[in-house]
């Protein structure tokens, strides 16, 4: 097998994603999967889940996850990488520990996982690794030999992430009226996250106690600065953005990360801004927070303002992104054997981490999360 497409020691891909309801009645039952715990009443899941019924009740976010699987496994065969993809979701079907306990049975042992979420924080990379150990605990349970199981690391700054969301800025640029097109702003939108989860988001050293928001917004801001050069490299046209949030959750008097979209819009508004680009860099594909918050909201906030606005695309299941797996996945399999893979990145953060270092995006609640350097539950059989 060639060096360059050799995916040992790994056995097998495990697609991690958020999942999301198919229909009204898989509503409420998955709203309560994701705020388990937390005492919400089923009559406030169902007020939240009014952003579903008005999609039918379906999350676009499960038949994007197939549309990405597809494009892994074509990406895959049409490089002669011969690795099985398997998906698994934390909230719904079809789950992670069911997907796990397939992967077992099938004879795999040695399992790389994607999760859909491209940057450091609580939320998006050791809530992952925590529902992992519960599912690999719950294996050990039942008695099946238990994998061993690596997250392949952050790609928020991988070419194949970063080029096709800056073509999508392109494009929205490039649909904009002419009269406003070099005048318009670029809104790069990620979703907001408590301002105490961001600030210890990333590795301890990212950590900072200031409000700056830890490597949660510094990698933000890295994405954003590359995308803003590669379209004055294109355009001629030096486009002034900012860093906003959307998506915003919880309890009104905990400070969560700003501006808000809607907020920065009337703000830009004000300014005389003749038009906004929204770029949604901190998502994989155009799920509900997307569709919701940017096309619906978002879009009807700029109608009563009449200020002309486009929505630039998310990767999705891009060629490029599917690529970028690939990448990810031999470059993490050439280290576990030894080798000093190329390790692509953009910007000037330089490549994440391949294992999660103790104390990196600490939960309030101590939890045991696998995959990373702390992890002390069960080991591969």
């Known amino acids: 097998m060639p060096e360059q497409c050799d995916p040992r020691p790994y056995d097998a891909l495990l697609l991690l994603s958020f999942g999301g309801p198919e229909g009204p009645d898989d509503v409420v039952p998955f709203l309560e999967n ?21 999609f039918g009740g379906v999350s ?28 698994g979701n934390r909230n719904w079907a079809p789950y992670l520990t069911d997907t796990l306990r397939a992967m077992v049975r099938d004879g795999h042992r040695r399992i790389a996982t994607l999760a859909t979420s491209a940057y450091a ?34 790609y928020f700054n991988h070419p194949g992430f970063v080029r ?57 801001l890295d994405v954003a600065r590359v995308i803003a050069d590669a ?29 808000d979209i809607c907020d920065h819009l009337e703000e830009q508004h004000r ?15 155009d799920h509900m927070e997307v569709k919701y918050d940017l096309d619906t909201e978002a ?12 929505r630039s695309a998310t990767v999705g299941a891009a060629p490029r992104f599917a690529a970028a797996v690939r990448d990810l996945l031999l470059e993490r399999a050439a280290t576990e054997r030894g080798r000093d893979p190329r390790r692509c990145a953009l910007g000037a953060l330089g490549a ?13 609640t101590p939890r045991s999360a696998a995959a990373g350097a702390d992890w002390t539950g069960p080991v591969a059989l």
Request: proline share 8%.
């Open 164 to 220: 096709p969301m800056a073509d999508g800025v392109l494009a929205s640029l490039a649909a904009l009226p002419e009269d406003v097109r070099d005048g318009a702003h670029l809104a790069f939108t990620t979703h907001s996250i408590p301002a105490a989860a961001a600030d210890t988001s990333g590795t301890p050293a990212d950590h900072t106690t200031d409000g700056a928001g830890g490597a949660y917004v510094a990698q933000h």
């Open 299 to 310: 879009a009807a906030k700029a109608a009563e303002l009449g200020l002309p606005v486009a």
């Open 34 to 54: 994701v705020t388990r715990g937390r005492g919400i009443p089923r009559e406030r899941l169902k007020e939240v889940g009014q952003h579903y019924f008005l």
């Open 352 to 364: 994440s981490h391949d294992l999660c270092p103790v104390g990196c995006c600490p939960a309030r």
């Open 121 to 154: 924080s609580y939320s998006g990379c050791r809530q992952y690794r925590e529902n992992l150990a519960d599912a690999l605990t719950t294996l050990k349970a039942e008695g099946l030999a238990v994998p061993q199981v690596d997250k392949l690391r952050h």
């Open 231 to 259: 379209v004055r490299e294109e355009t001629g046209v030096d486009h002034p953005w900012h860093l906003v949030y959307q998506s915003r959750s919880g309890a009104p008097h905990i400070p969560w990360l700003e501006p």
């Open 60 to 87: 676009p976010i499960n038949a994007q996850n197939r549309s990405l699987l597809d494009a892994l496994r074509k990406d895959f065969a049409d490089h002669g990488l011969d690795l099985p993809v398997y998906w």
């Open 271 to 285: 300014q005389g801004v003749p038009a906004v680009v929204m770029a949604p860099i901190g998502f994989v594909s």
